[in-house]
């Protein structure tokens, strides 16, 4: 596309990537100042949905699953365990993504979303289904190309060290890890954090996670609270302050170049009062102005000049679900609400039960189009709004 950058050589331009391509999309990221949304995904049609939407503007896509997501993939009815539906189901999305990914031509990052302290066996089998993808001898590819881990919600030293040992097992599989320091607030998939008291993570906490995430290997992201929150809410209701990663950067910036053991000013976020942008070199090397790279969760509602504060310190990632729920919903409803009297009975209707046939109605491929085809114009809406509209030949 005119006037876009040039793509990097990914050793698989489209469908599923792994490993280091993984890397090098979110550096080609971070470089160009722009970040992948990430869609969670429940279905076969969600799935295309999102694929449609990156395929019609050109850009790179992130499809995760959530616990819960990964259980209703395996059916609501099947007959296991809670966490064997989650393993059994997230594989099944797993490799229906792997099979249809590369017909809409754009890299596609295979993501598992928040893995909660509970939750652990779910990641434990994925990771195993990882490492059985890979064969026997370990040179194959990891079915998925990254996991979330989210054990926020414990003690920080807990959290950093237990992530630390799923590094060291996500360097096995192959796959990168995302972790989360500090809570992201509101509700998702059952956990309710709206009013938890770490809603805003401190510069030094993100040191202790990259430096000790960083001796075990360089493929992982942190996702950090700036108020940020999961659910729906009216633009402007949440405090969000997108530019304290900033705040952060800074101050990884500062420990690398100075030494790990070097005092450095800024390791916690100042009082309310007291809290400034910090200011900005347009000129700077984007890798070393922002050495982490960081996931902005609980986007649903977000301004956009939020979004593309914190893509500006070093976002590459933004998780959508909320907003993508609704516009899958919305069309269903318009459809049922409009077209109700063909509905109301498979032939005729209740006042003219001798009308024409209404398959062509309750056809659920009728419906179900029509979610996908509002759910891709707010992924589309997502991919304009982070700026990776664009930023990938089709081919």
């Not at 996670?209 to 996702?223: D, P």
């Not at 809410?233 to 101050?251: C, D, E, I």
Request: net charge negative; aromatic share 8%.
């Amino acid at each position: 596309m005119p006037g876009q950058p040039k793509p990097p050589q990914l050793n698989r331009t489209k469908g599923v990537i792994v490993g280091d391509d993984v890397r090098t999309l979110f550096e080609y990221a971070r470089k160009h100042k722009f970040a992948i949304p990430a869609i969670n995904v429940t279905s076969s049609s969600t799935t295309v949905a999102a694929l449609e939407a990156a395929q019609n503007l050109k850009a790179p896509i992130i499809l995760q699953v959530s616990s819960g997501g990964s259980a209703f993939f395996a059916g609501k009815g099947v007959k296991l365990g809670k966490h064997e539906a989650m393993v059994e189901g997230s594989v099944a999305a797993a490799n229906f993504i792997r099979s249809i990914a590369p017909s809409y031509g754009v890299p596609v990052v295979l993501h598992s979303d928040h893995c909660h302290p509970e939750d652990l066996p779910w990641l434990d089998g994925m990771l195993d289904a990882d490492i059985a993808h890979r064969g026997p001898d370990g040179k194959g590819e990891p079915l998925f190309s990254s996991h979330m881990i989210d054990l926020s919600e414990l003690a920080d030293e807990e959290n950093i060290k237990t992530t630390r040992q799923y590094l060291e097992k996500s360097v096995k599989a192959g796959t990168w890890l995302e972790m989360e320091i500090g809570v992201t607030g509101g509700e998702e998939d059952g956990k309710n954090n709206e009013k938890n008291t770490k809603l805003y993570t401190n510069p030094k906490d993100i040191w202790d996670v990259y430096r000790q995430l960083s001796e075990v290997s360089k493929n992982f992201s942190i996702a950090a609270a700036f108020g940020n929150v999961h659910g729906v809410y009216k633009v402007g209701a949440v405090k969000l302050r997108p530019w304290l990663l900033g705040k952060h950067q800074k101050y990884i910036k500062a420990k690398l170049e100075k030494g790990a053991d070097a005092q450095v000013e800024g390791a916690e976020i100042p009082d309310e009062q007291d809290l400034h942008p910090e200011p900005e070199d347009p000129n700077e090397d984007p890798e070393k102005k922002n050495p982490v790279f960081f996931v902005f969760h609980g986007g649903s509602g977000s301004a956009k000049g939020e979004f593309l504060t914190a893509i500006g310190h070093g976002v590459v990632k933004v998780n959508l679900d909320t907003d993508m729920q609704f516009a899958y919903c919305d069309a269903v409803r318009d459809y049922m609400v409009y077209n109700l009297q063909r509905l109301e009975t498979p032939v005729g209707t209740r006042k003219d039960p001798n009308g024409p046939p209404n398959k062509n109605f309750f056809d659920p491929r009728k419906w179900m189009r029509e979610a996908e085809k509002s759910m891709v114009k707010r992924v589309e809406e997502a991919l304009k709004d982070f700026n990776a509209a664009g930023k990938w030949e089709t081919s």
